[in-house]
């Protein structure tokens, strides 16, 4: 039988750990905002194109009404991509971001935004 043995430690941290964490947590919901502001901006101009308007006066049994509304998604640029893009260019376009928002939590935030505005396209 092999003798084992529990050894525990408090974890210490300094407040300027915590300082980073708070800073971080807030250029993440900045770049949050930024994106879905984005999204939702390119969602209201699809929205309010004509070719939009045209497309909704399609019978919902057309097949051409779903090609038609997935261009338009495309053009107005509403893809996980585009968000997903468009995230990672504002973390790079701003020093603050690229410190405190590695590249990972930005394609992850564009990620979860394009999927929130999904759900209301």
Do not use: C
């Not at 090609?67 to 468009?86: I, M, P």
């Not at 504002?90 to 603050?96: A, C, E, F, Q």
Request: aromatic fraction near 8%; glycine fraction near 4%; charge should be positive.
């Amino acid at each position: 039988m092999t003798k084992t043995f529990v050894f525990e430690t408090a974890i210490l941290s300094s407040p300027d750990d915590f300082r980073l964490l708070r800073q971080s947590e807030d250029h993440d919901r900045k770049l949050w905002n930024a994106v879905l502001g984005k999204l939702l901006g390119s969602l209201s101009r699809m929205k309010q194109s004509r070719e939009d308007k045209n497309t909704v006066l399609l019978p919902k049994t057309d097949l051409r009404r779903k090609a038609d509304f997935a261009q338009l998604r495309l053009d107005h640029g509403l893809s996980e991509f585009a968000a997903v893009s468009l995230a990672s260019k504002l973390r790079t376009g701003s020093v603050d971001f690229d410190i405190y928002a590695p590249s990972k939590v930005a394609q992850e935030i564009g990620k979860r935004v394009f999927r929130a505005v999904e759900r209301i396209v």
